[in-house]
């Protein structure tokens, strides 16, 4: 058997192979509640033969949303909406996880398919950003300044939104931290100007991340907890992948169980050399550094090319975004490529195998 369709514990939860869907914003939501695009969509790769899947970036918070169309898990009518669509994931075999997610300061901006880009203004249904410091991302509105309050709010915000995907039934949580939006703000230097115990030093840039990973292990105890980082800004003076292993065993001593490691976002100025697995490093560099499991991500799109990652011992499982669009049945192609037996096969599929 490949390693690739090896199945993973993680906690108590077991996936039945290491391909798993990326979190990908569908921008297709009505006040956060998700529909039947999004019961299709994530559906259909479960039959496509993922081991787990992953729904996009909810936000705890409407403000926490990237644009007026994204998900939330806010209240109780998300809540009960997500239901159905978990309930679909597990028919077909997969394991459903959920990114919990706040925007920052790219928050309240147009879906990259609207005519408009940048900022939705208020009589548009958008609102005012808010962020660590000040500071605005390129061509987007400056933000306001979290204050003390607010931070406290924040963590307890995860926390509900934790608890109520686990009544959802998601059996597999994720912090997103990266790709510039608030979380990965704190962090980096280049969008933290804080003066107070969450500004400056590495401890403190980290610290709301950790107070949230605690409170999310606290109100989902059994939960497997993913925290998805950038390792690199890509930009001179930013955050960077020996900061990302430091904060990754920080956040593992209060209960995460593993890295999803991508990269960017932060800055418009960032300077990226993008090509097939050109984040693999990056997951390779946590992995050691740190002894964590790791998900690699990032421009892979056959079950050999995931294959050797595993087998190079790289990382622990692999995420595709893009291609699961291509080939919803990415899974059931990349099983076939490394002569699996037909189990992953939805039986009523079988009969377009080629071999
Ligand atoms: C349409 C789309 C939406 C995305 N939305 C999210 C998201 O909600 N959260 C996130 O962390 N990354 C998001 N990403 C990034 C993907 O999760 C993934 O890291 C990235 O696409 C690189 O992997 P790939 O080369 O396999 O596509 C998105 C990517 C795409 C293409």
């Not at 790769?45 to 806010?74: C, H, K, N, Q, Y």
């Not at 932060?266 to 992995?287: C, D, K, M, N």
Request: with cysteine; glycine share 8%.
């Amino acid at each position: 058997m490949s390693q690739l369709f090896s199945p993973l514990t993680v906690r108590a939860v077991e996936v039945r192979n290491r391909l798993w869907v990326a979190p990908m914003c569908q921008y297709s939501a009505r006040e956060g509640v998700p529909n039947d695009w999004h019961l299709v969509h994530l559906a259909q790769f479960a039959s496509g033969g993922a081991g787990l899947v992953m729904a996009e970036a909810t936000a705890v918070v409407p403000e926490g949303r990237i644009t007026p169309d994204d998900t939330g898990i806010w209240n109780d009518e998300q809540r009960d909406a997500w239901r159905p669509i978990v309930t679909a994931i597990h028919d077909r075999g997969a394991v459903a996880a959920i990114q919990l997610a706040h925007a920052g300061r790219k928050a309240s901006t147009y879906p990259p398919f609207a005519p408009s880009r940048g900022t939705v203004p208020a009589e548009e249904g958008g609102w005012r950003p808010l962020a660590p410091s000040a500071v605005a991302f390129d061509g987007y509105t400056r933000p306001d300044e979290l204050d003390a309050a607010q931070i406290d709010a924040l963590v307890d915000a995860f926390a509900d939104g934790a608890r109520r995907s686990v009544e959802a039934g998601f059996d597999v949580l994720e912090i997103h931290a990266a790709h510039g939006y608030l979380l990965h703000e704190f962090l980096s230097p280049l969008s933290n100007q804080r003066t107070d115990a969450y500004g400056g030093s590495l401890e403190n840039r980290a610290r709301l991340l950790l107070r949230i990973v605690e409170s999310v292990r606290a109100a989902a105890p059994d939960a497997p907890l993913f925290v998805r980082f950038s390792a690199t800004d890509w930009a001179d003076g930013g955050w960077d992948v020996a900061d990302t292993a430091t904060v990754s065993t920080w956040a593992r001593e209060r209960g995460a169980d593993l890295v999803d490691v991508s990269s960017g976002g932060l800055v418009a100025h960032q300077s990226i050399t993008t090509g097939p697995g050109y984040q693999v490093p990056f997951a390779r560099e946590i992995r050691r550094a740190t002894g964590l499991p790791t998900s690699a991500v990032g421009e892979i799109t056959s079950g050999t090319q995931a294959e050797d990652i595993l087998a190079a011992g790289d990382a622990d499982a692999i995420m595709a975004g893009r291609e699961w669009l291509r080939d919803p049945h990415f899974g059931l192609r990349a099983a076939d490529e490394l002569g699996e037996d037909a189990t992953i096969w939805p039986p009523q599929y079988v009969r377009a195998r080629r071999r």
